[in-house]
């Protein structure tokens, strides 16, 4: 039996979701799109849009960068005033 193991695109994000105890429905629900879509974002089927990038980011209180990889650095930055 061969152990099948996904390369996640943006992996924190699904990280997150599982250490936060949300379930993908959960988080479908909080971004206003069905279970099966953001499934598909978090498998790489779809891209993640920018303004989804942004509510999980807030949801997360983390950075786009960390979000999506691009730094360890999970503090987001500074808000407009």
């Known amino acids: 039996m061969h152990m099948r193991y996904e390369i996640l695109e943006f992996e ?5 979701r599982i250490d936060h105890g949300y379930t993908q ?4 629900e909080y971004l206003g799109i069905s279970q099966n879509t953001y499934s598909q974002y978090e498998i790489g089927v779809l891209k993640y849009p920018v303004d989804v990038l942004i509510k999980l980011a807030d949801l997360y209180h983390v950075s786009l960068d960390y979000l999506v990889g691009r730094t360890q650095q999970k503090d987001p930055y500074p808000t407009k005033q």
């Open 12 to 16: 924190n994000i699904r990280s997150l």
């Open 25 to 28: 429905k959960q988080i479908g």
